[in-house]
Each structure stands twice: as C-alpha cells, then as structure tokens.
C-alpha cells in the first residue's frame, strides 16, 4: 500500500442479496489496502430500496473492527473503476490510519458531508453551515454505524476536503432579467419580454425542427436579490406551457425581486465545463488522498448518449485516484458558509491529507 494514500474503493454487482455484495466489495478494497487496519468506512448501496439492515451493518463492524461507518442508499453509485445504476451493486471506501470520521460536528462553520434526502431541503438546513455531497431520491435511506439517521452529516479526521468544483452542464439561453409578471407559477414577463415568446425567439436551431419542445432540458435559473457574488442559481423545471396566455409554468413561484434566465441542459457544455471544472482542480497545490463526486441521475449515460462522458474525463485524469460517489436527485454544493442545492450537475470533491506524516 502506497503509504500517502490510505484509502481504497471496492466494487460489487450482480444479482446477489446485499451482504454478499458488501463482502465481494469490502475484499477488493481490503486486498488494495494490504491488511492494515480500517479504521473509517463509506458503504453504499443502490437501488435506493436494496434490503439493508442493521443486522448486516453490525456484522461488517464486527468483522471490520471499525465502528465508524456510513451507509446510504442511492439510485446509482460508482467508484474510479465501476459505474451502476437502477441495479443491485454495492461500492465501497475504506479509510486506514491516520484518516477517520467525525460523527459530532464540532464547528457549525466547519465543511461537513452531508447525505439526505429532498424534503431535508425544508426550512433553514441549508443556510445552517457549508455542505458538499448528495441527495438521494425519497426512499433512500442511511445509517451511521447501525443505527438509522435522516440525516447523515460527518467532518473527517487526518484529511479534509481540499476542492469543490461544480460542472453546470447548462447552455445559457437568455441573459438574466428581472421578474416582471407572474401569477402563481406562471411566469407571464421577464422584464418587458412575455415568456414564452423569450423562450422560442432563444430555442437552438438544433431543437426547433424537432415535434415538440423538450421540457425535460429547459431549466429556468432564478438569481435571488440576497443571493451572494459567486453563488449558483436555483434552477426550476419548466412544466408546462400556456399558449393562451404566452406564459410558462414554472415548478414554483420565482422569488420576489428575483432575477430570472432560461437555460438548456447540453451534453457537450456539460463535457466542457467538467473539463474546465477538472482543470481547476488540477492547479491545486494539495496531493490529493481520494475524491467524492456528487451526480445528478440526469447526468447519467443515457444523458450523453452511451457512456456518462463526466466520469469518462474524470477516469482519464484521475485513473488511479481512489473515488466514491453517487447519482442522486441533488448536489450540495458550499459556498460561503452555506450550502446550495443543485440539479443536474456534478459536484467533484477532492480530499487532501492534514497531516505530513506516512
């Protein structure tokens, strides 16, 4: 084992009950790690409603020797090698000495890994301190050690969180302009232009010839007057359009004194700007342990066409770097002292050692 790197991924899938699967990974990670002790672990399952129990987790702490372990469900999970998604698999990251987990968060300024779910996006979690890591899908579920938590919040112990980087993977449409008319959710004026007529005069020539308007794609970014310099938009669906009244239905009701811009979600902007996303981590000083990578499950292969073109990048730059991560419904992404919640990008986390020991 590479003394500087004590951290190793494990991968397992096929149509096998979830202990097994764990087992299978656990010992492909354990083999990496050349049988020192663990003494830290992230064990994850998907799909979301793989039969986990608490049963299992106590067995692997056993047969571990490690109490600190964090389990989650999700709809897909991937490491450095192996990608899944909607299907039995298992994937794993065990930490070896000096690394470790904090279950107590000892600082509310403090960057911690959060997983939850979408309805943890309720009242003031989010402006509480700075998160990274990922949403999963409402029946997803997590635990640390064996016991059940709707929440899962950690700080690490030996090592921190050296980089964030987001990749949008959006094409911007419209420059952002203030909200002038809506009624509820339907959003009739951005500035002196009607919404809907906005939107078709600023559809790519790519989309127009198609036999309908691809909703699932459209996204409409809201910038926030309190919103601070830096901070990425909330983005909203587009559900529905209303030709009567040349408006478009949004998800929400856009804030008040909000600024609003349409935007298309792109396969090729997303390769580049994960591409430019990796660049920037590149420049870091840091040596880099291992990496979390936070997916939205709409930025899968079937985004791209065959193959999920972000990891494809991610694998050629990184090939050997120990990483974890997972497609969920969100991505938390901090920014100062807070967190923002994201769709449809990618989140890549790069984790450094604190200490200038072996």
Known sequence: MDPSKPVASGFARG?????????????????????????????????????VSPALLQSQMRALSCLQIATGTFPGIFTERDTALGENACAVL??????????????????????????????????????????????????????PRNILEIAFQGIQPSQSVWSAGLRTLSAPLPVHLQEGSLLLQLERYLALPLLAQNIPVSIRKDSRLPLERLLMGEIRADAAPGAPPELLHISATDLNRSGLWLERPLAEHSRAFLSLRDPAIAERDTRIALEQLSASTQ?????????????????????????????????????????????????QQRSHFLRYGKIYTLFSRTDICP
Not at 102 to 130: A, C, K, M, N
């Open 94 to 147: 065990l930490l070896s000495a000096p690394l470790g987990f904090i279950p107590q968060i000892p600082d509310p300024d403090l960057v911690t890994f959060s997983w939850g779910r979408l309805e943890q996006l309720q009242g003031e979690w989010l402006q509480q301190s700075p998160r990274f890591g990922s949403l999963s899908s409402r029946s997803g579920r997590f635990w640390y050690q064996a016991s």
């Open 287 to 335: 040596e880099p342990t291992f990496a979390w990578i936070s997916s939205s499950i709409g930025r899968d292969a079937a985004f791209f066409g065959q193959e999920d073109q972000d990891l494809c990048i991610w694998r050629e730059q990184y090939p050997d770097l120990p990483m974890l991560g997972a497609y969920g419904m969100g991505e938390l992404f901090p920014h």
């Open 15 to 51: 149509n096998r009950p979830p202990g097994e699967l764990l087992q299978s990974a656990i010992a492909e990670a354990r083999e990496k790690l050349s049988g020192e002790a663990i003494t830290a672990a992230f064990f994850l399952f998907s799909p979301t409603l793989a039969p």
